[in-house]
């Protein structure tokens, strides 16, 4: 129902900055909470932001709170992921997802789609 598609990632130095986007179709876009999750090497996905339906609510998690900004735009069907001040712990593949719930959550079996993942590695 719902295909999300994200880019903007890339090889960056420590301190660097990036702009990630995730363009949805299908469905109705406004009506899902969407996040961003990452899954390094080795590790299992960890949830690293979310935003509500209207844009007006954000969640972080803790390590990233304070670089990484979530934005939306409904009109162009978009979910943006700015994140700056990268450390090497920061990479990782990065999702984007939509859920149907009402409200936001750092669960992973919450979200309905996923979008295929891109990489941002971080050198020291």
């Known amino acids: 129902q719902v295909q999300l598609v994200e880019s903007g990632g890339g090889s960056v130095q420590s301190g660097g900055s990036l702009g990630l986007s995730c363009a949805a179709s299908?469905?109705?876009?406004?009506?899902?909470?969407m996040g961003w999750f990452r899954q390094a090497p080795g590790k299992e996905r960890e949830f690293v932001t979310a935003?509500?339906?209207?844009?007006?609510?954000?969640y972080y998690a803790d390590s990233v709170k304070g670089r990484f900004t979530i934005s939306r735009d409904n009109a162009k069907n978009t979910v943006y992921l700015q994140v700056n001040s990268l450390k090497p712990e920061d990479t990782a593949v990065y999702y984007c997802a939509a859920s149907s719930r009402l409200v936001g959550s750092r669960a992973e079996a919450t979200y309905d789609y996923w979008g295929q993942g891109t990489q941002i590695t971080v050198s020291s």
């Open positions: 299908g469905g109705t876009f406004s009506s899902y909470v």
């Open positions: 935003i509500s339906r209207s844009g007006s609510i954000t």
